[in-house]
T-cell receptor, first 109, second 113 residues
């Protein structure tokens, strides 16, 4: 099945550090979303982006929708232990989501 | 708690068997989506129902089928199970037909032995 490319695959950082992760696609999407998945849980929506070039923040999270509509990044500032989890990007043109391969984040105190 | 309820949470069954996964969407949501999450394929869209009607199909195998009932709950039926069908199956729901505002359930972990 189709998947978006996310990088890095995993990150190990110290509490308080900033984090940046990217997502790229060979296809154009009208909407980009970022999700976080905790162990044993379903994905939870963090940020939704609807316009090319849009920069949106949600607390310590900031995400941008690329101008070409083929990429997006997510930044997390001043990481805390509860940021641990898997972060997924997802693109959408219609009524289905195409998910990225995921970035696993570990935060050490 | 997203408000989307999936049962059962865990399911272990043998190859060749048939199982039914159930999803109750959030109150008021008309759309239900099913996704499969496996280690090698990641999160993959299976199928979308809106108010009882099938709206879109993804990479869903012919051995799999789904339906949405008048009370808006949905069931995903998996038959002739193979080892490779072992995965997490998620249901998501939204008010309208756009999956961008969908909320995911906790998933059903299916293990085929």
């Amino acid at each position: 099945g189709q998947q978006l490319n996310q990088s890095p695959q995993s990150m190990f950082i110290q509490e308080g550090e900033d984090v940046s992760m990217n997502c790229t696609s060979s296809s154009i999407f009208n909407t980009w979303l970022w999700y976080k998945q905790d162990p044993g849980e379903g994905p939870v929506l963090l940020i939704a982006l609807y316009k090319a070039g849009e920069l949106t923040s949600n607390g310590r999270l900031t995400a941008q929708f690329g101008i070409t509509r083929k990429d997006s990044f997510l930044n997390i500032s001043a990481s805390i232990p509860s940021d641990v989890g898997i972060y997924f990007c997802a693109g959408s043109n219609t009524d289905k989501l195409i998910f990225g391969t995921g970035t696993r984040l570990q935060v050490f105190p | 708690d997203s408000g989307v309820t999936q049962t059962p949470k865990h399911l272990i069954t043998a190859t060749g068997q048939r199982v039914t996964l159930r999803c109750s969407p959030r109150s008021g949501d008309l759309s239900v989506y099913w996704y499969q999450q496996s280690l090698d394929q990641g999160l993959q869209f299976l199928i979308h129902y809106y108010n009882g009607e099938e709206r879109a199909k993804g990479n869903i195998l012919e051995r799999f089928s789904a339906q949405q009932f008048p009370d808006l709950h949905s069931e995903l039926n998996l038959s002739s199970l193979e080892l490779g069908d072992s995965a997490l199956y998620f249901c998501a729901s939204s008010v309208v037909t756009s999956s961008t505002e969908a909320f995911f359930g906790q998933g059903t972990r299916l293990t085929v032995v």
